[in-house]
């Protein structure tokens, strides 16, 4: 995972071009999800 982009994503903000690596294989592309809700949940155990 690369990026490609710098800067801070503010709220209304497009999401940046980014794709996650699949337990299963493959990926899951931000693009791919274009249109429908998606729910982002970091969680840190520090």
Known sequence: ???TTSGV????DALP???LPLL?????AFRDLRG???LLY?????
Not at 9 to 12: D, E, I, K, L, Y
Not at 42 to 46: L, Q, V
């Open 9 to 12: 994503v503010a709220v209304g």
């Open 36 to 38: 429908k809700k998606l």
């Open 1 to 3: 995972m690369v990026a």
């Open 42 to 46: 970091f969680w840190g155990s520090w």
């Open 17 to 19: 071009d980014v794709a």
């Open 24 to 28: 299963g294989g493959g990926e899951l």
